[in-house]
């Protein structure tokens, strides 16, 4: 599968798969042993996050408030939600009155699948017979390989089609959370709740209701894919560097983590399953990693000689904190703090 050209990732979870297959196998009394286990899989490198500073998400936050999906947007990066669990939103698990969202639901495209007898016939006026040429503008990004001999592929043209669009789907394992609003985001959500309801006036009998907090304007769920067009737009009116819709949730962990939350409260706020994922963004955490630098001068050489650099490391940068002071004063105002409040993510 690697000389085939398939990415290393691809060809891990293909092993994983069958891996586990012929564990059942073998417990049922099917196969003698699991040959699966004589092959080494695939080592997957883990892809370098690279998460918005501050000033970048200010300046995202600002440009969205031209456009009208600037409140999906602002919950988005405040509360670190993958896309499918911004889009799958609903009013009944968001509480204004307690500030908390119970992340329940998310989108997530099925494919189609034919319900018609013969799948090769079907899709024969989309069956493509050759390569597009090296100057093709037809497609916006890589363009599809030709099709095989017997294709029974494009079953979203398929009349008789069944199983596939937009489904609402539970997140696995932990990602099913619940998780503290900043108070900044109550009344901005009381306002998109009020004009939501003024959309729904308009459209009438047009209105599809799903009780979606974001939506198109009958009610119909947004395409991840036009979230992604938006998303895109978005960066280029903020003059940022292009980045994945994925980067929103990296960067709101970066944040957190800056301000000195805990690795494990941010664990549960992103809903990672493994405390090692979460782990992957602490080497961007800056001001921790230079506050640690300053903790571990004064242990070898004393504050005598590491006070001028303190002092001036201090004047240069206000966002290091001493987390032992900074965790004490929120135990005792508040026996569970909102972590939120640390991140003022638009000022």
Request: proline content about 7%; charged content about 25%.
């Amino acid at each position: 599968m690697l000389a085939a050209g398939k990415a290393p990732s691809h060809v891990l979870k293909v092993h994983r798969i069958l891996s586990r297959m012929l564990t059942i196998a073998v417990r049922r009394g099917l196969v003698a042993r699991n040959i699966a286990q004589l092959v080494e899989p695939p080592t997957v490198r883990e892809t370098e996050i690279v998460p918005f500073t501050r000033d970048e998400t200010r300046r995202i936050l600002a440009a969205a408030q031209a456009r009208p999906s600037a409140v999906r947007w602002a919950v988005g990066l405040a509360l670190g939600l993958r896309q499918g669990e911004a889009l799958g939103m609903r009013w009944a698990y968001l509480d204004l009155d307690t500030g908390r969202l119970r992340v329940w639901w998310q989108i997530q495209r099925n494919k189609w699948q034919h319900g018609c007898e013969d799948p090769h016939a079907c899709g024969a006026r989309r069956h493509k017979a050759k390569p597009c040429p090296k100057t093709c503008r037809q497609h916006t990004r890589a363009c599809p390989a030709p099709c095989p001999k017997d294709c029974t592929r494009h079953a979203s043209s398929c009349p008789q089609r069944r199983g596939g669009g937009l489904v609402f789907r539970e997140p696995k394992g932990r990602s099913r959370r619940t998780v503290s609003l900043p108070p900044e985001l109550v009344p901005v959500l009381r306002a998109h709740r009020a004009e939501q309801q003024r959309y729904r006036a308009r459209a009438g009998g047009a209105w599809e209701e799903h009780d979606l907090v974001f939506c198109q304007p009958d009610g119909r769920p947004v395409d991840p894919r036009e979230d992604w067009q938006d998303w895109q737009e978005l960066l280029q009116a903020a003059r940022v560097r292009d980045a994945r819709v994925h980067d929103g949730p990296q960067t709101s962990a970066t944040l957190l983590l800056e301000f000195g939350v805990d690795v494990r409260i941010v664990m549960e706020i992103l809903g990672h399953s493994d405390l090692r994922v979460t782990t992957r963004y602490t080497h961007i955490a800056t001001p921790l990693a230079e506050e640690a630098a300053r903790r571990m001068g004064q242990a070898l050489w004393g504050a005598t000689a590491t006070g001028a650099a303190t002092e001036k490391s201090q004047a240069h940068d206000s966002n290091v904190v001493d987390l032992g002071s900074w965790r004490s004063r929120l135990r005792e105002s508040n026996p569970r703090p909102t972590h939120y409040e640390c991140v003022a993510l638009a000022d």
